[in-house]
C-alpha cells in the first residue's frame, strides 16, 4: 500500500517529515515542521530543490503552516521517483 510506503520511508529517511495517518483516501498531509523551514522556503523545497508539486497547507487555511498534501494515487514507481528526489533534495540541503 502506498500509504504504508511513504510512512516507512520519512520513518526511515527524513524523519522530520512525519506523514499524518489516514483512512480511505489518496491525499496524505505531510507535518514539515520539524524541518524548520518557513512556509515559502517550504514550497520553494519541494517545488525547486525536489521538483514535486503539493498541494501546501496554507491554502486550506489557518493550521495548515508547515504542512504539505502529497496525492499517492498515483504507481508505485511514480511514487518511489517522488520519494527519492525529496529525499535528494533534503540531503543536497
Known amino acids: 500500500v502506498n500509504r504504508d510506503a511513504v510512512a516507512e ?3 526511515e529517511n527524513i524523519p522530520e517529515i512525519r506523514p499524518v ?3 480511505g483516501t489518496y491525499l496524505i498531509w505531510l507535518d514539515c515542521r520539524s524541518m524548520g ?8 523545497f519541494f517545488m525547486e530543490k525536489a521538483g514535486i ?3 501546501p497547507g496554507p491554502v486550506f ?12 494515487g498515483c504507481p508505485r ?8 528526489r525529496i529525499r535528494n533534495a533534503w540531503i543536497e540541503g
Open 9 to 11: 520511508f520519512f520513518r
Open 21 to 23: 495517518t489516514l483512512e
Open 37 to 44: 523551514l518557513s512556509d515559502l522556503k517550504l514550497k520553494r
Open 53 to 55: 508539486a503539493m498541494n
Open 61 to 72: 487555511g489557518p493550521g495548515g503552516e508547515g504542512f504539505h498534501r502529497m496525492n499517492i
Open 77 to 84: 514507481s511514480t511514487l518511489t521517483e517522488a520519494l527519492a
